[in-house]
């Protein structure tokens, strides 16, 4: 199956939506940008709750608008399962009933997510006999996923799921959305303005702002580009690597990670030796050295090459720096240590990471960046 | 107490009108509630003036127009009666249109103010959930809107006990099929040494009323918890 393709425009009062952009089959597709940007719009148009002015909407072979052709899909037979900032849950239905709303009404598609199991991922088997009224937001939450996944849709929708919760609460929500994300297999389109969610949960990236789509392509590749003020122009601007877990050593207190022919060391990771484990790396703790170290502290010490420098807006320099095939990292320094260095594109150096600072997020609790 | 037989009739006229007159126009009512709440359409605003016009008319002109209207020679009361026999002037069926017709407003305004107040973003869920329009009102808006269907029930069902005007110009005041308490006790004003009988009656009216407003209370409580509320 095809992932969904989306190309629409759409007048909404003053604002003007113009987007296009695709997600792909499987894993999650994160709509990132500032409020306002148009994302929960786009998110109305997928489902079928507006109707855009010209464009389309695919889905695989299934064409869920067209303008060209009249085609629009009630929103009632497009199969997108929705999940909303407020869970929306029907206060006159018990959980079960809740769960089971959608289900009944699947109208043959094939089944995604079986009642069992999809009790099981999200932790909601105790909650079945109560109602909404008597659930806390984050298993409101948790039920509204079951709900919109028992539908069995042909995509998943979600609204910034976690913005109407305390931190405490989306903690607590992360790791079944992990579990979630691997266990079903259909592709999610996942709306929000957090750093930390889209690092943790998104595979895909679509930076949204004003209504355009300013860039769209792989998590990694997109925090590293540098040229999105959304992602590069904040303090705490990070790249994300997807590792695999290669060894453990308990003695010295580290685990050896390797992505793409580059070892990296840091504390102890949760995950089982093989397993994949996705790290952040802040520009911030970054350093980079024109010549090769000798003792120093930091454990990870890596040949790079300079691939851009962006001037950013507070005065420093994020440079973008390759360590080999479609590995980078971000290093932030100021603009006086640029030309103390001489750094140009293309130019090789040393990037220097403390291991405390390649931080495991996914089964070793949660990485919170200043949202 | 004792009741004469004419007062018993009374008090069956009463709620047999009243309880027919709310059981057809409850479902309309809602409805028509539903349309004005949530339907987008040209002339919306002459539909609500419509539905509203019995409450500002003198219930004497309403009762007159129903008669213009219904009449054996009217547009509508006219093929009534030639094509089904149904003569609605005069007979109990007509009381209760009558009843019915007055209390109509008072009905789709309660029903209304409870479909208003439920979250349209639960609908938008029901409906990417999979549930087509018939399916979402039944689903959804119709259980939410439970405790202003059964205000409507119980303020429609008082109105209906408590109408004169209406009934008497477009009914008449005949015992025993369209004299209803109210009229009754008018008669019996009317009539001398018909003291105690107003009284006895005026008695039920008040007892009818009381137990309609508990068990609506009642009801509605467990309503409100039925809907999770």
């Given at each position: 199956?095809?992932g969904?393709?989306v190309?629409?425009r759409?007048?909404?009062g003053?604002?003007?939506?113009?987007v296009?952009?695709?997600?792909?089959?499987?894993?999650?597709?994160?709509?990132?940008g500032p409020?306002?940007?148009?994302?929960?719009?786009?998110?109305?148009?997928?489902?079928g709750a507006s109707a855009?002015d010209?464009?389309r909407?695919r889905?695989?072979e299934l064409?869920?608008?067209?303008s060209?052709t009249?085609v629009?899909l009630?929103?009632?037979?497009?199969?997108?399962g929705?999940v909303?900032q407020?869970?929306?849950?029907?206060?006159?239905?018990?959980?079960d009933?809740n769960?089971?709303?959608?289900?009944?009404r699947?109208k043959?598609?094939?089944?995604?997510a079986?009642?069992?199991e999809?009790?099981?991922?999200?932790?909601?088997?105790h909650?079945?006999?109560?109602r909404p009224?008597?659930?806390?937001?984050?298993?409101?939450?948790?039920?509204?996923?079951?709900?919109?996944?028992?539908?069995?849709?042909r995509?998943?929708?979600?609204?910034e799921?976690?913005s109407?919760?305390?931190?405490?609460?989306?903690?607590?929500i992360?790791p079944f959305?992990d579990?979630?994300?691997?266990?079903?297999?259909l592709?999610?389109?996942?709306v929000?303005?957090?750093?930390?969610?889209?690092t943790?949960?998104?595979?895909r990236l679509?930076?949204m702002?004003?209504?355009?789509v300013l860039?769209?392509?792989p998590?990694s590749?997109m925090?590293v580009?540098?040229?999105l003020k959304s992602?590069?122009?904040?303090?705490d601007a990070?790249?994300a690597?997807?590792?695999?877990?290669?060894?453990?050593?308990?003695?010295?207190?580290?685990s050896?990670l390797t992505?793409?022919?580059?070892?990296?060391l840091?504390?102890?990771?949760?995950?089982?030796?093989?397993?994949p484990?996705?790290?952040?790396?802040?520009?911030?703790?970054?350093l980079?050295?024109a010549?090769r170290p000798?003792r120093?502290?930091?454990?990870?010490v890596l040949?790079a090459q300079?691939?851009?420098?962006a001037?950013?807006?507070?005065g420093?320099?994020?440079?973008?720096?390759?360590?080999?095939a479609g590995?980078?990292?971000?290093?932030?320094?100021?603009?006086?240590?640029?030309h103390?260095l001489?750094?140009?594109p293309?130019?090789?150096v040393w990037a220097?990471?403390?291991?405390?600072?390649v931080?495991?997020i996914?089964?070793?609790?949660?990485?919170?960046l200043?949202d | 107490?004792?009741?004469t037989?004419?007062?018993?009739?009374?008090?069956?006229?009463?709620?047999v009108?009243?309880g027919?007159?709310?059981a057809?126009?409850?479902?309309l009512?809602?409805?028509?509630?539903w349309v004005?709440?949530?339907?987008r359409?040209?002339?919306?605003?002459l539909?609500d003036a419509?539905?509203?016009?019995?409450?500002?008319?003198?219930?004497?002109?309403?009762g007159?127009?129903l008669?213009?209207v219904?009449?054996?020679?009217?547009?509508?009361?006219?093929p009534?009666?030639?094509l089904?026999?149904?003569?609605l002037?005069?007979?109990?069926?007509?009381a209760?249109l009558?009843?019915?017709?007055?209390?109509?407003?008072?009905?789709?305004?309660?029903?209304r103010?409870?479909?208003?107040?439920?979250?349209p973003?639960l609908?938008?869920a029901?409906?990417?959930?999979?549930?087509?329009p018939?399916?979402?009102?039944?689903s959804?808006?119709?259980?939410l809107a439970?405790?202003?269907?059964l205000?409507?029930?119980?303020v429609?069902?008082?109105?209906?006990?408590g109408?004169?005007?209406?009934?008497?110009?477009?009914?008449?005041n005949?015992?025993?099929e369209t004299?209803?308490?109210p009229?009754?006790?008018?008669?019996?004003?009317?009539?001398?040494g018909?003291?105690a009988t107003?009284?006895?009656?005026a008695?039920?009216?008040?007892?009818?009323?009381l137990?309609?407003?508990?068990?609506?209370?009642?009801l509605?409580?467990?309503?409100?918890?039925w809907i999770?509320?």
């Open positions: 199956m095809e969904l393709k190309d629409i759409q007048r909404l003053g604002f003007s939506l113009e296009a952009f695709e997600a792909a089959p499987t894993g999650v597709t994160a709509l990132f409020s306002g940007a148009g994302k929960s719009a786009v998110l109305a148009a997928i489902a855009p010209s464009g909407i889905l695989g064409v869920l608008f067209d060209a009249g629009n009630p929103a009632e037979r497009r199969g997108a929705w909303f407020d869970a929306r849950l029907f206060p006159h239905l018990t959980v009933a769960l089971r709303y959608g289900q009944k699947a043959g598609r094939p089944e995604v079986s009642f069992d999809v009790v099981e991922v999200l932790g909601i088997g909650l079945l006999p109560r009224i008597a659930l806390s937001g984050g298993e409101k939450q948790r039920v509204a996923m079951g709900r919109a996944l028992l539908s069995q849709p995509l998943l929708l979600m609204d799921p976690l109407a919760l305390d931190a405490g609460r989306k903690a607590e992360l959305l579990r979630l994300k691997s266990t079903f297999p592709p999610i389109l996942y929000s303005h957090s750093l930390t969610e889209v943790r949960l998104a595979d679509v930076v702002e004003q209504g355009r860039a769209e392509g998590l590749e925090l580009r540098g040229d992602l590069a122009g904040r303090p990070a790249a690597l997807d590792t695999r877990v290669a060894s453990h050593d308990p003695e010295r207190g580290l050896r992505v793409g022919g580059i070892e990296l840091t504390p102890i990771v949760a995950q089982a030796v093989g397993a484990a996705r790290v952040l790396v802040m520009a911030r703790d970054v980079i050295a010549d000798g120093i502290s930091a454990r990870n040949p300079i691939e851009k420098l001037h950013r807006q507070d420093t320099v994020l440079v973008t720096l390759t360590l080999g590995v980078s990292l971000l290093s932030a320094i100021t603009e006086d240590a640029s103390a001489g750094l140009t293309g130019a090789q220097v990471v403390k291991s405390v600072a931080e495991g996914g089964a070793s609790g949660l990485r919170t200043d | 107490m004792n009741f037989p004419e007062e018993l009739a009374a008090i069956r006229v009463s709620l009108v009243a027919r007159a709310v057809v126009a409850l479902p009512a809602v409805a028509v509630a004005l709440a949530r339907g359409f040209i002339g919306k605003t539909l419509l539905v509203h016009v019995p409450l500002v008319l003198p219930p004497v002109v309403v007159y127009l008669l213009l219904f009449g054996v020679m009217g547009p509508v009361g006219g009534l009666l030639r089904f026999d149904w003569r002037v005069f007979t109990s069926g007509g209760s009558a009843a019915g017709v007055m209390a109509f407003p008072l009905m789709v305004r309660a029903v103010l409870s479909l208003e107040a439920i979250d973003g609908e938008t029901a409906r990417s959930l999979g549930a087509g018939v399916d979402r009102f039944f959804i808006s119709l259980p439970a405790p202003g269907v205000a409507a029930a119980v429609g069902f008082a109105a209906c006990l109408e004169f005007g209406a009934i008497i110009t477009f009914a008449a005949v015992p025993g004299q209803t308490l009229l009754a006790i008018y008669s019996a004003i009317q009539s001398p018909g003291e107003a009284a006895r009656l008695a039920v009216s008040l007892v009818i009323a137990a309609a407003l508990i068990a609506a209370e009642v509605s409580r467990r309503a409100r918890r999770g509320r």
